[in-house]
């Protein structure tokens, strides 16, 4: 008798704590730092409105010395700084180079998937994150000579980082990104 007790105290625990299968995403922190692919089963709204707390964040960090709660960490001559804000109407969709910057996706370890799917607006994962990485270099203007690698950041504390030629991209930040909202 006291094990279903046990039991049910502590599926009701862990309910109380949003811990388990059905907890919901409250920060862009929690969702970055999260498997990405929980953000799939959120609203478009809500991805959205992560998207728009990431932004916000930026902007009120751009140029000061980068932190462990930095969205955007660059590495620019030597020194990690935030990099400049986004706008949060930004569509990071719309790459406004029309490919003049080459990305190269690291396919070591952890692959950004190939299937298309609705979470991306009917893009593969693969594709919405390099229209993604485009737009955040021109929007930065990082100073690109050849092709730029774009590795995976699962779980990363950070949206993007570009560290020593390479932009890291968190996937949790292409599910707020790709949200299809009116």
């Known amino acids: 008798m006291r094990k279903p007790l046990l039991l049910i105290s502590c599926a009701l625990a862990l309910a109380a704590c949003d811990v388990g299968p059905n907890a919901r995403v409250h920060s862009a922190s929690q969702a970055l ?3 990405a692919e929980w953000l799939e089963y959120e609203s478009p709204q809500t991805r959205a409105d992560l998207l728009r707390e990431v932004a916000n964040r930026s902007v009120f960090q751009a140029g000061q010395p980068a932190s462990d709660q930095s969205m955007f960490p660059v590495l620019i001559g ?7 804000g986004l706008d949060g109407k930004l569509d990071l969709l719309q790459a406004p180079d029309a490919g003049v910057v080459q990305i190269v996706l690291d396919d070591k370890g952890d692959r950004w998937s190939e299937d298309r ?5 009917g893009l593969s ?8 990485a485009r737009s955040l270099i021109i929007h930065w203007g990082l100073p690109v000579s050849g092709p730029v690698r774009v590795d995976r950041a699962a779980g990363a504390p950070y949206a993007a980082a570009w560290v020593d030629g390479i932009l890291k991209v968190n ?12």
């Open 33 to 35: 730092t999260g498997t």
């Open 171 to 182: 996937p949790s930040f292409v599910y707020m990104a790709t949200a299809p909202v009116p």
């Open 78 to 84: 030597g020194d990690f700084v935030a990099a400049p």
């Open 125 to 132: 994962e693969r594709e919405a994150v390099e229209l993604i």
């Open 117 to 121: 799917r609705e979470s991306f607006q």
